[in-house]
């Protein structure tokens, strides 16, 4: 089942086993067991530290991870192929005796739960989000005998999704309860299940020259450009990465053909570590308030960080579409991320609101696992490259509306139709669908700036040919920002910019 090269590169990781693993397989006479134990069988004559043994599991098919010694409590439902490779090859290098990559602090968090603790998180194959969780609780299940994680491929079990009603990846059930949903990291999953974190200690760090916040590509292009200024650099974030690490194909970041997010966003984070650059995740900055010539930012924790000039690079998250419907099938039939939640869908009647690149992009997508969709556009033209309208014409089974305003989104328990109101003749229209997936761009990240920097109507932070925002000191950079097109390698290029400006700014004010 696995590639050549693949098989290459598991056979490096699997010389790192420590101790030896046992698969424990719970399989049934379908095509799907047979696929597993083709898959388990596969990795284990590559070496002599894995064997197979039979095992009573919930779900069919499925597998452990333990070792003779000691039962991990780590379950894979399905073929942990696409992204969740990465977390099977984790999870099987844990168990086999490597430490998992955490920090002293998370590790105890982690050993202090005393609660009794079974996870199972309902993940797709090709979501770019759902890997950070099963890997958290993986960790979790490595470390303390209390807790326990199945990772269940929606994909192989979509009576069990349609049975419990899940229509979102990541979304995890705990103790059989649905207990969170959506994209988080290790200390976010801490945070739920463990006692909150002390940011106390974050008010004794020393001051910075330059403070990024954010932590997208803008924001690690400020840090590196200002690191190698030999100022004393910080990035302050709740997630490095930001919003590329939602983005699945990137076919424009010159020199590199083709890369997806997640993996650019993790050799960027390689780059900005080769530097002194202080990286604070996990945190939310709630204000700005002036301290003198510097500035004081203040975290949602209620930690205060201080430096001289500050660049603010927060991006943008999905643009909603405001009508009824939308807040209460959030997760039940409408999703913004075609890539994690599409496999969830499949064979079944779906709409794309939105004719810009991101919509048709998803449409495309889409249009490979269900059974139809419809594209929403509200103006009278598509909006979208011309070479992805002309991908969008030869798919059969993809119908565009143009001239589109939706109206509601209608349901049940989950979403059942798209009501919507024809621009041009002003007759109000509805049809049936299973999900709607709105791609209608992004909305800058800068309400808690209202009153300190100025904002132009559409909440874009005005900066100038150098990132300088209408306060001293303050610099801004990337999608958050009045810089014209919201491109990643644009990004870079307004977190670079507003880096120097403000390493200038710093040797005019000596």
């Not at 059974?371 to 509200?378: D, E, I, K, P, S």
């Amino acid at each position: 089942m696995l590639a050549q090269e693949t098989k290459q590169q598991l056979e490096q990781y699997l010389g790192l086993l420590a101790k030896p693993v046992v698969f424990g397989m719970s399989l049934g006479e379908d095509e799907r067991s047979k696929e597993l134990s083709s898959f388990l069988t596969e990795i284990a004559d590559m070496t002599d530290k894995i064997s197979l043994e039979e095992k009573n599991l919930p779900l069919k098919p499925s597998f452990a991870i333990d070792r003779d010694d000691f039962e991990s409590g780590i379950v894979f439902a399905g073929v942990p192929l696409g992204h969740e490779f990465t977390s099977f090859v984790l999870a099987l290098l844990q168990v086999g005796g490597r430490a998992p990559k955490i920090t002293e602090e998370q590790a105890e968090r982690i050993k202090g739960i005393s609660k009794k603790l079974d996870f199972m998180t309902f993940a797709s194959l090709s979501c770019t989000n759902c890997p950070d969780v099963v890997q958290g609780f993986n960790i979790m299940a490595v470390l303390n005998e209390n807790i326990s994680h199945t990772m269940v491929e929606g994909g192989m079990f979509q009576d069990l999704v349609e049975e419990k009603g899940i229509m979102a990846v990541p979304t995890v059930f705990l103790n059989g309860e649905e207990f969170t949903s959506g994209r988080q990291n290790l200390d976010q999953l801490l945070d739920l299940v463990a006692q909150p974190k002390d940011s106390s200690a974050l008010n004794e760090i020393e001051p910075f020259d330059l403070l990024v916040v954010g932590g997208g590509p803008a924001g690690a292009s400020s840090a590196i450009y200002a690191a190698r200024k030999g100022i004393r650099t910080g990035i302050v974030c709740k997630e490095f990465g930001g919003q590329v690490n939602e983005t699945l194909g990137i076919e424009n970041m010159i020199g590199i053909p083709y890369t997806e997010g997640p993996k650019l966003m993790a050799e960027v984070r390689n780059h900005v570590e080769q530097y002194p650059i202080e990286i604070i995740e996990n945190q939310m900055v709630s204000g700005l308030e002036k301290d003198g010539k510097d500035w004081k930012v203040v975290l949602e924790s209620g930690a205060v960080l201080h430096s001289k000039t500050v660049v603010v690079a927060t991006g943008a998250r999905w643009r909603q579409i405001g009508v009824p419907g939308e807040d209460k099938y959030r997760g039940k039939g409408v999703a913004y991320c075609a890539h994690c939640d599409g496999p969830l869908f499949k064979g079944k009647d779906i709409a794309v609101i939105g004719g810009g690149n991101s919509g048709v992009e998803a449409a495309i997508d889409l249009a490979g696992i269900a059974n139809h969709v419809t594209v929403m556009q509200f103006s009278e033209h598509l909006k979208a490259d011309n070479v992805l309208q002309e991908r969008l014409k030869e798919l059969e089974n993809v119908e565009v509306i143009k001239n589109a305003e939706t109206t509601e989104l209608a349901g049940d328990t989950v979403i059942r139709g798209l009501h919507y109101k024809d621009r041009v003749t002003g007759e109000e229209k509805s049809f049936d669908v299973d999900g709607v997936f709105i791609q209608i761009g992004l909305i800058p990240d800068t309400e808690w700036l209202q009153g300190i920097v100025d904002l132009n109507e559409r909440g874009e932070i005005i900066i100038d040919g150098s990132g300088k925002t209408s306060e001293e000191g303050i610099y801004a950079a990337g999608d958050c920002t009045t810089a014209a097109y919201k491109q990643i390698v644009i990004s870079m290029g307004t977190g670079a910019t507003a880096a120097l400006g403000a390493y200038d700014y710093l040797i005019r004010r000596g």
